[in-house]
């Protein structure tokens, strides 16, 4: 990171899964003209790349080498590996619980650290991910560590999944929800918790609306101090 990008505000979006953190950064990011970083994205990427090369997700010298030379790109609202478009494939299941498995790993973790600090560009940025205020971003202006009850969340992804037209089965969704959660929030490196100077923002009972709403007076106050 150079002098000039470090003084770029940044706003942290933290969470676990299917808390909304996704869709309430994009709004927040939207709303204030700054670029959005999906980390869980390029998390998810190396795992597909992984899977599709057929790399053991377990073997760390050789996932950090596809993460370090992962061919990534997020244009026209699409995220694209090398030339394919893999926007939905990315939000499967199994490749949500490949890129859990990836993210343990820490030469994973910091073979794509520069590729995620290279977002901070004028005017700011908007981050989401699990250690975006904790170990990317630690001088963010305002951090934010977005939860919902394991239930919230599993229903939230049981909508979704039907929506798509996909099946789905809530109390599996839940013990899913569980389990990465068990697995984000108890690895050793960069684990799922919230920055000490983050606001806690429990989305349970909230609509998307209000979050972003809550996400954008905690930025301004930040602003103003
Ligand atoms: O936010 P998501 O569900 O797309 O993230 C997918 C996985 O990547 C999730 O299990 C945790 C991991 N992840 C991480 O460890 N650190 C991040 N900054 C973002 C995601």
Known sequence: MNTASASLPVITIDGPSASGKGTVAERVATALGFHFLDSGALYRLTALSAMKQGVALDDEAAVAQLAAALPATFRDGAVWLAEENVTDTIRAEAVGEGASKVAALPAVRAALLDRQRAYRQAPGLVADG??????????????VFLTASAEARAE????????????????????DMQARDARDTA????????????????????DIESAVRAVLSHYQRKQGN
């Open 130 to 143: 699990r250690d975006m205020g904790t170990v990317v971003f630690a001088d963010a202006l305002a951090k």
């Open 156 to 175: 939230r992804r049981y909508k979704q999944l039907i929506e798509k037209g996909n099946s789905a089965n809530l109390p599996a969704l839940v013990a």
């Open 187 to 206: 690895r050793a490196v960069a684990p799922l918790k919230p920055a000490a100077d983050a606001l806690l923002l429990d989305t349970t009972q909230m």
